[in-house]
């Protein structure tokens, strides 16, 4: 991959995010619900990786292509379909609400003046993908599988946290409750923990360090760029800031004794 062949799929991926995301607007206007608005940017990401990895199989050499198309589907569809039921119960995502509700009359507009910077920024996530597709080095390498494996631990990871949260909620004895059991008792954030997570694989399948694709090292950009997303922007700032409001001194409690993003042990604290 050269220099105009990267900014050509840099382009071609921000058009494709930007017009599925305004799709993604015109649901959220019609249903009153911006839990879809989330379902569509996971689909985005993994119908653009795929499609751009894919592209790549008439040049490529080996399974590759096919590998990273795969796992990018496999973990767009599992989100998609997790935010989907949650959304298609009604509920609707509380960070949204609250944007809504500050903007007032001005909402519609910032809404979608949001989403098109959100596929913006979300452009390294698609051009990681396709970067480790098109990486020309023959064979499967040991830092491939170890991509793999990354990837899977994952995308099982948050679909455990995502389950342990639904069981939680589900059951009557917990109503008003703060989640602590199961992955929520090691981190506050077990689900964006593994999120990002999973975006270190990218970079593990594109990079090759005999220096024969030097393009690949631009995969790094995902996972710092997903990490910078839910830790600093839109993951957990406005998260918290809703919980602190629901469950007061208990989630004050729950902040001191639990780390927000990275698994460990828990601090005693009263």
């Not at 975006?199 to 910078?228: E, R």
Request: charged share 15%.
């Amino acid at each position: 991959m050269n220099l105009t062949q990267l900014l050509t799929i840099m382009v071609a991926s921000g058009l494709a995010f930007c017009f599925i995301m305004a799709l993604a607007w015109l649901i959220e206007r019609k249903t009153g619900n911006a839990g879809w608005v989330d379902v569509c940017w996971a689909l985005a990401v993994g119908l653009i990786g795929v499609a751009g990895s894919l592209a790549t199989i008439p040049q490529a050499h080996g399974s590759r292509p096919w590998l990273t198309g795969a796992l990018a589907a496999f973990w767009s569809i599992r989100l998609a379909a997790h935010i989907g039921l949650r959304t298609w119960s009604g509920t609707d995502d509380p960070r949204y609400a609250r944007l809504r509700k500050d903007w007032g009359s001005q909402a519609a507009f910032r809404m979608f003046q949001f989403l098109q910077i959100q596929a913006l920024v979300s452009i390294p996530l698609v051009v990681s993908i396709i970067l480790a597709a098109w990486n020309p080095a023959p064979g499967f390498r040991a830092q491939d599988g170890l991509a793999v494996a990354i990837l899977l631990v994952a995308i099982c990871g948050e679909g455990l946290a995502d389950y342990q949260l639904r069981l939680f909620r589900q059951s009557p004895e917990n109503k008003g409750k703060l989640c602590e059991t199961g992955l929520w008792r090691w981190s506050r954030h077990p689900n964006y923990f593994f999120q990002a997570l999973g975006w270190t694989a990218y970079p593990l399948f594109a990079i090759d360090f005999t220096g024969n694709y030097p393009v690949g090292f631009l995969a790094v950009s995902a996972p710092l760029c997903m990490y910078y997303l839910l830790t600093r922007v839109s993951g957990i700032p406005p998260l918290e800031e809703i919980m602190a409001e629901k469950y007061g001194e208990e989630f004050s409690r729950y902040r001191r004794q639990t780390n927000a993003f990275f698994p460990g042990p828990r601090q005693y604290i009263k």
